[in-house]
T-cell receptor
Framework: DGGITQSPKYLFRKEGQNVTLSCEQNLNHDAMYWYRQDPGQGLRLIYYSQIVNDFQKGDIAEGYSVSREKKESFPLTVTSAQKNPTAFYLC?????????????FGSGTRLTVV | DAKTTQPNSMESNEEEPVHLPCNHSTISGTDYIHWYRQLPSQGPEYVIHGLTSNVNNRMASLAIAEDRKSSTLILHRATLRDAAVYYCILSGETSGSRLTFGEGTQLTVNP
């Protein structure tokens, strides 16, 4: 079945360390997205990519970096510059940037800084 | 960015219909209206979407106002499994990649 795979499901990081969250899709979607969700809050856009080898900052990009070298992969690196990285991270994709047919979400990665 | 407004919470009884409202007064002519729902610690799940006409699928119905400035998600017979946060969002050429998720509506279903 086609879908989005996020790994790992749970991730623990020591303060000052960078960590990379994986997002892979086999839907042949052009656009991919990363969101952050804090308890009781909605989703906030970190980065998005409309097409391979291109990506744009979202609303809360500081302290994060991404790459889009392959259509199916959009990894997110949480750097030590991110002051409060503990959160639930969600990856999504859509056929194209207009997303007329909606979005497919992964099951999320819960990152905890210890 | 086109924004949506939803009530923070709603409550329903099991087996009764639920009408979840959403206002989107700045919607453009090419924006689609999407509804997703999210259970705790899971990714949002697609529920339904539409452009102008009312839509039905096995999960729900979507009623879109004639001026498209509001819509209503209808769950015909709520079950305990329908308890979730419901998000109404817009996508299209103006909303596109920067789609905005508000805090959604927390639906509680009472047995």
């Amino acid at each position: 079945d086609g879908g989005i795979t996020q790994s790992p499901k749970y991730l623990f990081r020591k303060e000052g360390q960078n960590v990379t969250l994986s997002c892979e899709q086999n839907l042949n979607h052009d656009a991919m997205y990363w969101y952050r969700q804090d308890p009781g809050q909605g989703l906030r856009l970190i980065y998005y990519s409309q097409i391979v080898n291109d990506f744009q900052k979202g609303d809360i990009a500081e302290g994060y970096s991404v790459s889009r070298e392959k259509k199916e992969s959009f990894p997110l690196t949480v750097t030590s510059a991110q002051k409060n990285p503990t959160a639930f991270y969600l990856c999504a994709s859509s056929i194209d940037w207009r997303a007329f047919y909606g979005y497919t979400f992964g099951s999320g990665t819960r990152l905890t800084v210890v | 960015d086109a924004k949506t407004t939803q009530p923070n919470s709603m409550e329903s009884n099991e087996e009764e219909p639920v009408h979840l409202p959403c206002n989107h007064s700045t919607i453009s002519g090419t924006d689609y209206i999407h509804w997703y729902r999210q259970l705790p610690s899971q990714g949002p799940e697609y529920v339904i979407h539409g452009l102008t006409s009312n839509v039905n699928n096995r999960m729900a119905s979507l009623a879109i106002a004639e001026d498209r400035k509001s819509s209503t998600l209808i769950l015909h017979r709520a079950t305990l499994r329908d308890a979730a946060v419901y998000y109404c969002i817009l996508s299209g050429e103006t909303s596109g990649s920067r789609l905005t998720f508000g805090e959604g509506t927390q639906l509680t279903v009472n047995p």
